[in-house]
């Protein structure tokens, strides 16, 4: 969160001892885990092998990847996989394709559920009491104006979303920003993630909202469902 840090900041901040800090430092600087510049120590690239080895063992991403690159050069917008990862969603990989925006997503940015596209698709497709933990133990926090805020809301949402199978998220994270999503289920009904599009509104018309792109979308889900099932 602060970027690289002194002992003594660190120390403060998480109220420890310097000496226990420093022990800490050591440790996770002799493995790679952070590095020391100066008097700072920075989060070291061993994260990201670590982060990196995990998901290429992911099925999900091994048969998802190719669906989400064609996806993205197919519309020429940003293409997205999300999974859910103790009531957190997680992008595990995105593709940008000719005229994609560049949004403030990446590998490994974990975000609220309830205010994208690809968290409702896969709220919409998890057990009522998986649910309930998530909204009690993370809440509804805004992200805009848009964003959903009640769990009334949030249910009417679902409900929309397993009836038409695709979810739909119009500014809810990212003003001015337009998302669809579909979930990526096993053969048993188990949701495994969500894969979207995700374009400016201004290039986005309602018609297409509910037309085109969820038509891509499920395709592309429906694919990789069939490689994972099959």
Known sequence: ERGPCGVTE???????????????????QKHGYAIKEGDDYRVGLKFLEVGGHW????EIYQVAEPEVKSLAADTGELANLLVEEQGMGVYL?????????????YAGLRTNLHTTALGKAILANLPEERVNAIVDSRGLEPETPETIGSREQLDSALESVRDRGYAVDDGERLEGLRCVASP????????LGAIS???????????ALHGALPERVLSAANVVELNINY
Not at 10 to 28: E, I, P, Q
Not at 184 to 191: N, R
Request: charged fraction near 25%; avoid cysteine.
């Open 10 to 28: 660190l120390a403060n901040g998480l109220d420890m001892g310097k000496s226990a800090v420093h022990n800490h430092l050591t440790t996770l």
């Open 55 to 58: 998901r290429k063992s992911m």
């Open 93 to 105: 990989m995105r593709a940008k394709g000719n005229d994609a925006v560049d949004l403030d997503t």
């Open 184 to 191: 990526i289920t096993s053969s048993d009904g188990t949701v």
């Open 197 to 207: 599009i995700s374009a400016p509104a201004n290039r986005v018309s309602d018609e």
